[in-house]
């Protein structure tokens, strides 16, 4: 067996690295995402996994590779990883932080703008029965220049949406668990305020917090209600951020005016009802998927797996194992 075993291709540029480097490593090639049962058979003797945030690591699946050591995981997230349990068999958990930054950033911003101008529904009524030609009323959507943007969760990914939406002329309003530098605040041209207040005060509202058992459901029926009707609201981070039952209800009874979603709280399925909404922007989990960014998050994964096997450090090692 392979000491080290891929739960899913990685982008060339990672591949090389380990072809170069050496090491023994299988790759799973099935259709769609791996089972439960082949991930167990294929790692059963490997010393690291690399595996997407789409494969579950639980306790079933650490207790059957005994000579695992490092479970190297090709995402910024990693709670499809039991991590405490990790930790207690002695086993490395990384991830690949900041490179995902700009690109899921971007395509914020564009989700933002694209929902906005209501781009993704122009663009289906011109691939179906068009439309009769330019009229004063037809098709409104709202300009960005001058609106509140407000941002949950003020990181890497948030300070540079933050940065971006400048540009657009947005006044930024934020809220994290702790205030930014006064100098950082200056430079993002970016307000503190409390969390029911950013809700309350956004026109643009978009979630960039980590998912931690205070943040599951963060918008809920309550908070919906606490929005402005004209709001429109943008998820490209974790989707049990969202009680998406009772956004389905703020979006049909017009609480909110539209929303963007790149990711689900039962993911990959949508909750029914939002992909019947014309206010509704649905996205397949594409915040990092830039060729770019792909690269750097597979140099990560394949430099941690051949530093394990080469006794040196790795990096970003997320579930406290020195």
Sequence with gaps: MSKIYLSAKLPEFGTKLL???????????????ISKEELIENMAA???LICPLSTQIDRE??????????????GAGFNNIDTAYAKEQKIYVTNTPLVSTN???????GLILALSRRIVEGDRLMHNEGFAGWAPLFFLGHELKDKTL??????QIGQALAKMMNAFGMKIIYNQRHQLAPELEEALQAT???????IQKADILTLHAPLTKDTSHLLTSATFSKMKNSALLINAARGPLIDEAALLEALTKQQIAGAALDVYEFEPEVTAG????????LTPHIGNASVEARDQMAEI??????????????????NGLD
């Excluded at 072809?19 to 995402?33: I, N, R, W």
């Excluded at 690109?103 to 911003?109: C, G, R, S």
Aim: net charge negative; charged share 15%.
């Design 301 to 318: 994964v394949a430099k941690n797996a051949i530093a394990l096997l080469h006794n040196e450090p790795l990096n970003y090692i997320v």
């Design 103 to 109: 690109a899921t950033a971007e395509l914020t911003a």
């Design 46 to 48: 490997c010393e690291v």
């Design 19 to 33: 072809k170069e480097a050496a090491v023994d490593y299988t790759v799973y090639t099935g259709e769609g995402l």
């Design 192 to 198: 503190y305020y409390s969390q029911a207040e950013v």
């Design 274 to 281: 939002l992909k019947d909404l014309a206010n509704v922007i």
């Design 61 to 74: 699946v650490i207790d059957a590779a005994p000579a695992l050591k490092l479970i190297a995981n090709f």
């Design 150 to 155: 407000g941002i949950i969760g003020m990181g």
